[in-house]
């Protein structure tokens, strides 16, 4: 079935340092994938996506590639702020109403 | 623009007492509605979604039950809470028709927190 495999946490990284979360999926076809954040206390929101193979998306520093042979689309940013600390969610839509197929988060704190 | 409501944001409630969250959208029609549970430090659990008034499916067996009494309202209850009904639970929604443009976002509420005590 649809699943996605996400980099285990936590993480801790010092300010400016760069940042890799690894995330791989099993789905049928090739679906938009997307990336959201948790800020503490906080809903999800989106923070970048990519519709189709070899889009990048982007947002606030952050970067994601859309790779169709290795099914992956990992979230790379070169230079974390503190306030980048959150946590942060690979997914995918499926099912017949689109709903998303999340990985287990990524929580990901920055150290000033 | 659109945007989504979810109350209340904290709600704290002893076990064996009713629950009632409530999502309501605005400035868009048709909505597809979703109801996701996070346990503290786990990952997201789709608990319910609802394509139109009425139609609610379940993701998996729980205590609780969801309704969509109105296209843009969608309510998460519970007749008798547990200890494990816990968590932080959020509301989403997402256009009924993918757009053939790009892909369709879901959005997600702020969140309720609930603590059974």
């Known amino acids: 079935g649809d699943s996605v495999t996400q980099m285990e946490g936590p993480v801790t990284l010092s300010e400016e340092a760069f940042l890799t979360i690894n995330c791989t999926y099993t789905?049928?076809?090739?679906?938009?994938l997307f990336w959201y954040v948790q800020y503490p206390g906080e809903g999800l929101q989106l923070l970048l996506k990519a519709t189709k193979a070899d889009d990048k998306g982007s947002n606030k520093g952050f970067e994601a590639t859309y790779r169709k042979e290795t099914t992956s689309f990992h979230l790379e940013k070169g230079s974390v702020q503190v306030s980048d600390s959150a946590v942060y969610f690979c997914?995918?839509?499926?099912?017949?109403?689109?709903?998303?197929?999340f990985g287990s988060g990524t929580q990901l704190t920055v150290l000033p | 623009s659109q945007t989504i409501h979810q109350w209340p944001a904290t709600l704290v409630q002893p076990v064996g007492s009713p629950l009632s969250l409530e999502c309501t959208v605005e400035?868009?029609?048709?909505?597809?509605l979703y109801w996701y549970r996070q346990a503290a430090g786990r990952g997201l659990q789709l608990l319910f979604y609802s394509v139109g008034i009425g139609q609610i499916s379940s993701e998996v067996p729980q205590n609780l039950s969801a309704s969509r009494p109105q296209d843009r309202q969608f309510i998460l209850s519970s007749k008798k809470l547990l200890l494990s009904d816990s968590g932080f639970y959020l509301c989403a929604w997402r256009r009924g028709r993918t757009i053939p443009s790009g892909a369709n976002v879901l959005t997600f509420g702020a969140g309720s927190r609930l603590t059974v005590l």
């Open positions: 997914a995918f839509p499926s099912g017949s109403a689109r709903q998303l197929t």
């Open positions: 400035g868009t029609s048709n909505p597809n």
């Open positions: 789905a049928t076809g090739y679906p938009s």
